[in-house]
Structures are given as structure tokens and as C-alpha cells.
């Protein structure tokens, strides 16, 4: 099966006043259709760039794609005209942000935000898009859809406006769904419920998701494959099973610590990862998480890992004792 | 809505008490006295004939009974008659109110004309030569003063009017109704409004530049461009609605100053409006004359701020249903 997204080197800069800053330096990763992926990150991964990159939503000055492709059902997306990408967004590739009560617009109606989709796509009379928009509402677990289509986003709750956005993007029957940290900024009930919805409407709908997070925890149990990243560059990837089960990054390894866990004893402590994310624009030659890493010998301060195959098919790790310190244990 | 639109007229009223109190008192701290304007220019002046005179006006009594003479009779609608011309206080302020409000609201169809679009591509454009350009042209509008500019644009029709047709032509000083003769009319309004619009859209403009620049950085701005909408879509319907909230705010003032303040410019362009006369009645010290003006310009600036408010509860629902 060929892969319904395939990010090949990409690479994405953004120029300051203080330089140039590497977002997204070198990260290739498939997406096949119908499946969910996880990106994994610390904030100033390069996690959400990464994922704005595809939809091309990178403010230009001051963000710029430098290298790399963005192949999307065989197209590359860089090399698409304005008009051509317009079509892509919203019409092939649907994406879900963070912030559901500042990403709907306060002055416009909910049928509006949902229905204007379909007549940019699809040239829909405003007909069959309020009909496409009530279907669209009930679908995302909406009652009384015909009432809340008059509505205004300030008259709906964080997870009623995240379910919105969802069938924003589900509007035109997209093949992708990008969801950029869908449930940050909820409740912790309301995430589990939106995680759901998203899980069982991606199933349903067979619509791959590209799921952008900080939190391993909440990743593990929907996505099939995790991407791990880390200023800039993936350095672990591969099915959720060996990721989780076996992590062959030291990053990774420090992750799956510092996740709080309700079978664990409650005198366990939390482990956070040691240190502060490195500065982008001051990166050598080395491994950019050596400062932090338990694991560092003196290789790592002088050339990169590549993302290599470690354990199992299709587990890649970007260390160079990804075999050695699989033998470790997690909770060391 | 209707409820709102009650209540806020109701609490006008509070406001127009106060400026009337206001008025009256700093009316009759002003050193001066009217009855001596009239009766004496230089030369001697009999006092009886000034205690005749106050008598006549009413100025002989207490002031408690003067102001609640003002009050009572403008609330009745009545406005008394300027102590200056004589005639009724209504009758002076209808023949200047046309010319004002004609201007006022043609400055500010001219000052939204240019400010809105321009302000927005502006925004658009942040930091381009196109925005350098516009902000040139706002920031000269805002620093250059309008009687300059009015002087200025007369020449200039003076100078081009005489190079083209050989004779130089001026627009006439005599005003017209525009619905007696629209093209006299609009001949003799256009040069000021356009004068003083400029000057307006040039506030009004960066005030639509800054708001625009603030709503494209919001979230919902990425959203609709996430959802392929084409730009002028984005701009239009999402960004616009957004920031023109401060802007029409900043419209109503503007234009509730228009009215009566427009002094300096009718004295260039000679045109009899509100701002003349409020300077002749504050300098005659035609007590009644001025409140009557002061009251009227108080009225503006509510109903003003009253269509402001309901613009806004038009544009954000949030204030609709909050």
C-alpha cells in the first residue's frame, strides 16, 4: 500500500533578528491511509511547525520551507501554486487546532464557520450545506444540531467548540486530518471524549490522523505509529507497540518516565526529564540531547546519529546505542 | 435590543443635566457681560440703561430661577430666543444646522471611503513600500492642520480651473440646499468635506491598520486559512468584521466633533455653520444662544455613542447576547 503522506527531508527555517532558527531540520515519516500517527514532543520541538509545514500555514516572512517534500496522494505539496494548495486545505486535508475557544470566529455563526467550507470546496448551495452541516454536527456528538448552527461560539463549551472544529475538518470528507495538541487546552474528561470521537470517526470514516502532542500517555492508546521528535529532527519511530514497549532513544526512555501513572504506587515520584530544551540556534555538531542524556559517550559530542532501524521491523532510533541501551531498564 | 436602546436614553438624560449645569455656570464666569456688548461700543455707558437691558433678559433674576427657567423650557422644547440677535434660538441654529451636518456626514463617507480599504491593505502589506506609502499619507493627513489644506485646495482650484479653461474658477460662497440645487450644492461641500475627511481617514486609517494587524495574528484567522478560503473571504468576512469594532467607535467620534467644531475650517471656506456660530455667541456672550449650542452638540455626541453601541452589538454577538 503506498503511503497517503510521505514527508521526505523537510526541512523548515524560520529567519530572526538573532538567526536563522532550524524549526523542523531533516524529519521524513510516512502516514498510510486510514492510519493515526503520533508526533511527539516537548514544547519547541518542532512538532506544531512540522504540522503547519504541510498545510503550508507557516507565515512567510518569517517561516520558510528550505528543503524537502511534502508528498500528498503522490503530489508534492511545496512545489503547489497558492491557489492549488487552497484547495488541499480544507478540502483534502483537514486540520483541528489547539485552542478551541480562540480558533472559531467569535462574530460569525457555528453553521457559517462549517457551511462557507463546502461552498469554497464544493460550490454547495447554502441548502446543501446547512443540510451537510447539520449531518456534520450530529456526527461529532452535537444534539439539536438545527439549534447550535444559529449559535455563536461564546455560547458553547471548550468541548463543544473542539467537536465543532472537528467537523470543520471533517467537512469536505478529507483523507487527513492534521490535529495539532486537539485536547491541550480541555478538561481531562472532555480529552478522553475528544480523543474518542476522533478515534472512532477517523475508524469509521477511514480518514488518516496526523495527532500532534506532548503527552506520550494520552497518544498511547490511538495512534498505531509514534513519531518521536526532538529539536528539530525525529529521533525515535516506529510502531506504538515497540515504542512504548521498548524505546531505543534515551529522550524517549525519559518520556515514558515522567508520564503519571495510576498503577504505580502513590508514593512513586514523578520523573521529570532533566534539563531545558536547547537553544535552536546554538546547536553543534553533536547530539542535541546529550546534554541531557545518561547515556552520552564521547561520539556524541561529535557527530549526529541517524534515524537507524533498531529492534523491531520498522523501529527506527537516532542513537548510537540504540542496541545497547535497550538492555536498560526504563525505570533506571 | 429596544430594551437597551431604552435604557441607554434613559441614562442620557443624567448627562445632559450635568452639561447644562455646566454650561450655565462657566457661561456666566466669563468675565463680560452681554447688555454692555450691546449697548456700548467704546464710550460711556448709562448703568441704568444696562440694569434696563439685564431686566429685559432676564438676567436680573436669581440664578437658581435662570437655570430653572433653561432647564423647564428645554425640556419643553423651548430654547428662548438669542439674547444677541433677538430671534428664536431654533431659528438661528436651523439655518446653520444643513451646511454642518451635510459636511460632517459627507467627511465621513470620504474618510471611511479611503480609510477602510486603505487601512486594510495596509495591514495586508505590513511593512511593504504600499504600507510605508499609506502611513506616509495618514500620518501628513494627521499633521497637517485643515484650514491649510482648505487654504491650499482653493488655490489649486483656482490655479488648475485657470490653466485648463483659461478663467479661474471658484466654487460659490452663498449657500444652496441640496435639494435646491444639488450640483451648487455639492460644489460648495465637496472642497471642505474632502479636506476635513482627509484629515479623518487618516486617524480612522491607522486605527483599521493597528485593528487588522491585531485580528490577522488570532487563531480564527488560521483556522479559515486552514480551511482554503480565498483570501478575500479571509479578510473580508473573518478579519474585517473583527476590527472594525474599535474603528467605529473611533468614527463616532469623530463625527459628533464634526458638528460644531469645524470652526476654523468654515471661517476658510466661509461657510455660515455651527462652529461660526458658537464662536459669535461665546463671544457675544449670548448666554441662551450658547447653552442652546452647547446642549445641541451634548444631544450629538449621546445619540452618537447610542448608534455606536447598537453598530456594535450588530457586529459582535457577544455584546448582542451577553
Known amino acids: ?332 | 435590543m429596544y430594551r437597551y436602546i431604552l435604557n441607554r436614553l434613559l441614562l442620557s438624560i443624567p448627562t445632559l443635566i450635568g452639561a447644562a449645569a455646566l454650561v450655565f455656570i462657566l457661561m456666566r464666569m466669563i468675565p463680560g457681560d452681554i447688555c454692555v456688548v450691546r449697548l456700548g461700543s467704546g464710550g460711556s455707558i448709562n448703568p441704568a440703561s444696562v440694569a434696563n437691558c439685564h431686566a429685559q433678559l432676564g438676567l436680573d433674576r436669581s440664578l437658581f430661577l435662570q437655570f430653572v427657567d433653561f432647564i423647564v423650557g428645554f425640556a419643553a422644547g423651548d430654547f428662548g430666543t438669542s439674547m444677541w440677535s433677538g430671534k428664536p434660538v431654533i431659528q438661528e441654529i436651523a439655518t446653520r444646522i444643513p451646511v454642518s451636518l451635510e459636511i460632517a456626514l459627507l467627511a465621513t463617507i470620504v474618510a471611511v471611503l479611503i480609510a477602510i480599504p486603505l487601512g486594510t491593505i495596509s495591514a495586508l502589506h505590513q511593512n511593504s513600500w504600499l504600507d510605508h506609502v499609506v502611513r506616509t499619507v495618514a500620518i501628513a493627513g494627521i499633521a497637517t492642520p485643515s484650514f491649510w489644506l482648505g487654504i491650499m485646495s482653493i488655490l489649486m482650484v483656482l490655479e488648475v480651473s485657470h490653466l485648463v479653461t483659461g478663467a479661474p474658477w471658484m466654487p460659490p460662497i452663498d449657500y444652496v440646499s441640496l435639494w435646491d440645487d444639488p450640483l451648487r450644492n455639492l460644489s460648495i461641500v465637496i472642497l471642505p468635506a474632502v479636506t476635513i475627511g482627509y484629515r479623518y481617514s487618516a486617524v480612522t486609517m491607522r486605527m483599521t491598520r493597528s485593528a487588522m494587524l491585531e485580528v490577522l495574528r488570532e487563531d480564527y484567522i488560521r483556522t479559515a486559512r486552514a480551511k482554503g478560503l480565498v483570501e478575500h473571504l479571509v479578510v473580508n468576512r473573518h478579519a474585517l468584521q473583527n476590527a472594525l469594532l474599535p474603528v467605529v467607535t473611533l468614527i463616532g467620534i469623530e463625527f459628533a466633533f464634526l458638528i460644531g467644531g469645524l470652526v476654523v475650517t468654515e471661517q476658510v471656506f466661509n461657510l455660515n455653520g455651527i462652529g461660526r456660530l458658537f464662536v459669535l455667541a461665546v463671544q457675544n456672550q449670548d448666554y441662551t444662544l450658547t447653552q442652546a449650542l452647547v446642549m445641541l452638540t451634548v444631544a450629538i455626541f449621546v445619540v452618537t455613542n447610542l448608534v455606536v453601541d447598537v453598530l456594535y452589538a450588530w457586529l459582535d454577538p457577544r455584546i448582542r447576547f451577553g
Open chain 1, 1 to 332: 500500500m503506498s503511503a497517503l503522506l510521505d514527508v521526505r527531508n523537510l526541512h523548515t527555517e524560520f529567519r530572526t533578528g538573532a538567526g536563522v532558527v532550524r524549526a523542523v531540520d531533516g524529519v521524513s515519516y510516512t502516514v498510510d491511509p486510514g492510519e493515526t500517527v503520533a508526533i511527539v514532543g516537548e514544547s519547541g520541538s518542532g512538532k506544531s511547525v512540522g504540522a503547519m509545514s504541510i498545510l503550508r500555514l507557516i507565515p512567510d516572512p518569517p517561516g520558510r520551507i528550505t528543503e524537502g517534500q511534502i508528498l500528498f496522494a503522490g503530489r508534492d505539496l511545496v512545489g503547489l501554486s497558492p491557489d492549488e494548495m487552497r484547495k488541499v486545505r480544507g478540502g483534502e486535508i483537514g486540520m483541528v487546532f489547539q485552542e478551541p475557544m480562540t480558533s472559531l470566529n467569535p462574530v460569525l455563526t457555528i453553521g457559517r464557520q462549517i457551511t462557507e467550507t463546502l461552498e469554497q470546496h464544493r460550490g454547495a448551495d447554502r441548502a446543501t450545506a446547512d443540510r451537510r452541516a447539520v449531518e456534520l454536527l450530529s456526527l461529532v456528538g452535537i444534539s439539536d444540531p438545527e439549534r447550535r448552527l444559529r449559535q455563536y461560539p461564546h455560547q458553547l463549551s471548550g468541548g463543544m467548540r473542539q467537536r465543532i472544529m472537528i467537523a470543520v475538518a471533517l467537512t469536505c470528507e478529507p483523507k487527513l486530518i492534521i490535529a495539532d495538541e486537539p485536547t491541550t487546552a480541555l478538561d481531562v474528561t472532555i480529552q478522553a471524549q475528544i480523543l474518542e470521537l476522533m478515534a472512532e470517526l477517523t475508524r469509521r470514516l477511514n480518514v488518516a490522523l496526523v495527532i500532534i502532542t506532548h503527552n506520550l500517555g494520552v497518544v498511547a492508546r490511538y495512534a498505531q505509529r509514534v513519531n518521536v521528535m526532538y529539536a528539530g529532527r525525529l529521533v525515535e519511530s516506529g510502531p506504538a507497540a515497540a515504542v512504548y514497549g521498548d524505546p531505543r532513544h534515551p529522550y524517549t526512555m525519559a518520556l515514558l518516565r515522567s508520564v503519571p501513572r495510576l498503577d504505580k504506587p502513590r508514593q512513586a515520584r514523578l520523573d521529570p526529564v532533566d534539563g531545558q530544551p536547547p537553544d535552536l540556534m546554538r546547536l553543534d555538531g553533536g547530539c542535541a540531547f546529550r546534554p541531557r542524556c545518561r547515556f552520552a559517550i564521547a561520539v556524541c559530542a561529535t557527530s549526529r546519529p541517524a534515524l537507524e532501524p533498531a529492534g523491531t521491523a520498522g523501529h527506527m532510533s537516532a542513537c548510537f546505542r540504540r542496541d545497547e541501551i535497550a538492555a536498560a531498564p526504563v525505570a533506571a
